[in-house]
């Protein structure tokens, strides 16, 4: 049984202009994006029966452009005052976002460094404590990446409601899972595009 469901919270997609959808549906019908030959293993060890290589985009810097400034609203009405990026492939949707509207960046690692100031965090930390974050990440698969850096987030007592990622591309029953999990914990996740897949048993 869920608790504190919120109704706004959740999956929500960003409405993009018909220029720009067919832009994007050019782009990625002509680069190889959709790999449909061979199996495929996630790095959370989900066997897939196609490969979404949506991290060639970010060689489309006019595409990035397009899509931030579908976030005007959604960064005003919530108040964002800091873009975070789940390294490493998000990092130029992050850039793009925090370049369009002025607003600090910090990079979440994985894991700490050995070397340097061995932080997991890249950038001025204090700049999170402000206000409201943006969590950028590409693509959410099985939301494991986005449940790890929320959870580092919330210890460290950061504000984090809402998350942008370009695609969400999982089967039903994962899909439904991450949205359970985005609403017992009051997380919007916006997103662009939705594709379906069926794993490899």
Known sequence: MIQ?????????????????????????????????????????????????????????????KSIAKNLKKIIASQKIQVIAACSIASIPWATTISNMYDLPLVILRKRKESHGEQAWI???????????????????LSGKTIRSF????????????????????????MKNEIENWAKTNNIIIW??????????E
């Open 4 to 64: 504190n469901k919120n109704l706004d919270s959740g999956f929500r997609k960003i409405e993009i202009s018909k220029s720009d959808e067919k832009n994007l549906e050019k782009i990625i019908n002509n680069s190889n994006i959709i790999l449909k030959n061979g199996v495929w293993v996630s790095s959370a060890g989900l066997r897939l029966n196609y490969w979404l290589a949506t991290e060639k985009l970010i060689s489309e810097p006019q595409l990035l």
């Open 122 to 140: 890249i950038g001025n930390i204090k700049l999170i404590a402000r206000g409201e974050i943006l969590l950028v990440d590409d693509s959410i």
């Open 150 to 173: 929320y959870n580092r987030t919330k210890r460290l007592g950061y504000k984090l409601k809402h998350v942008f990622v370009f695609d969400v591309w999982s089967n039903r029953k």
């Open 191 to 200: 997103f662009v595009k939705d594709f379906e897949l069926k794993l490899n």
